[in-house]
């Protein structure tokens, strides 16, 4: 019997509509503070395979203060089967500062 690489797969249409396509998934924690985090997980070329023999993909933690355009952001590791959908938001929802600084630090990493 041959063994399946695993692949996680990106959130459907809905959470993911205008996001472009490395992006699998993205879900929001309220914090304290008037803070907001984001979790992006990441896909396509990000996939690393060390990682998903693990069942993990990289992931940019990012916070963002609700009256502010100040943005922090961490990479990380996600393990890729934990998909809390209480968490869950749509790509279009994000503050565009936030959407933006996603895209840049991504394209900045990419290249």
């Not at 509509?17 to 985090?37: K, M």
């Not at 997980?41 to 940019?60: N, S």
């Amino acid at each position: 019997m041959a063994h399946r690489t695993y692949k996680p797969k990106r959130a459907n249409k809905r959470w993911t509509e205008g996001a472009p396509d490395y992006i699998l998934d993205v879900f929001r924690v309220r914090g304290t503070n008037n803070c907001t985090y984001y979790d992006v997980l990441l896909g396509d070329r990000f996939f690393d395979p060390a990682l998903i023999a693990h069942r993990k993909v990289h992931a940019l933690d990012v916070s963002h203060m609700d009256d502010s355009t100040m943005i922090n952001y961490t990479w990380t590791e996600w393990n890729a089967s934990f998909r809390p959908a209480h968490r869950r938001v749509k790509w279009g929802d994000i503050p565009e500062t936030v959407r933006k600084c996603i895209t840049l630090v991504i394209d900045a990493v990419r290249d």
